[in-house]
């Protein structure tokens, strides 16, 4: 129940597309979703979260989905870069205060140019 | 926004001796901080949770007395690998989070190899 199921594994999408990266998850308790960018060698970074009162929430080209009622949520980025190349991992948590973040597999996309 | 850095970001060390890495919050106070390792090309793995003035809670599978956390202040954590050998080499990740706010914030890691 604690677990935060990721797909796909890795994604390659042309400069210019869309890159979509879902998750899935259970334990109804979870309030917040946030979504990490990862570059090799480097700590993660937090690009975009929400909270599930929201079904969407967008930050520049980076936008979240979120489906209450199927326990879904995605992160598509548009107009995808190479600079967008990294490993993406969607976390989850019930917020309360100490609680630590559920994190999926994670995604590695490549954008090609 | 708010700042988490570590170190050292890279250590090298002989089997058989300790390492410590800190970590730090610089512009907010950390009430709980967060230690991961992560493996190549693997997910970030919690290894345990701190609360400034509290005693480390442990997940399960990590010998408390291998990896000793220490957070004596709102912006220190540290993590000490006691007797490191070459199977503890990993990318260790810490983040912190301030009371009342959802959102953590990662350190940029620390790379161990132990040799």
């Known amino acids: 129940q604690q677990q935060v199921k990721q797909s796909p594994q890795s994604l390659i999408v042309q400069k210019g597309g869309i890159s979509i990266i879902n998750c899935a998850y259970e334990n109804t308790a979870f309030d917040y979703f946030p979504w990490y960018q990862q570059f090799p060698g480097k700590g993660p970074a937090l690009l975009i979260a929400i909270r599930p009162d929201v079904s969407e929430k967008k930050e520049g080209r980076f936008t979240i989905s979120f489906n209450k009622s199927a326990k879904q949520f995605s992160l598509h980025i548009m107009d995808s870069q190479p600079g967008d190349s990294a490993t993406y991992f969607c976390a989850a948590t019930p917020g309360q205060a100490g609680t630590a973040l559920i994190f999926g597999k994670g995604t590695t996309l490549s954008v090609s140019s | 926004g708010a700042v988490v850095s570590q170190h050292p970001s890279w250590v090298i060390c002989k089997s058989g001796t300790s390492v410590k890495i800190e970590c730090r919050s610089l512009d907010f106070q950390a009430t709980t901080m967060f230690w991961y390792r992560q493996f190549p090309k693997q997910s970030l793995m919690l290894m345990a949770t701190s609360n400034e003035g509290s005693k480390a809670t442990y997940e399960q599978g990590v010998e408390k007395d291998k990896f000793l956390i220490n957070h004596a202040s709102l912006t220190l954590s540290t993590l000490t690998v006691t007797s490191a050998h070459p199977e503890d080499s990993s990318f260790y990740i810490c983040?912190?989070?301030?009371?009342?706010?959802?959102?953590?914030?990662f350190g940029p890691g620390t790379r161990l190899t132990v040799t």
């Open positions: 983040s912190a989070r301030s009371n009342g706010d959802h959102e953590q914030y």
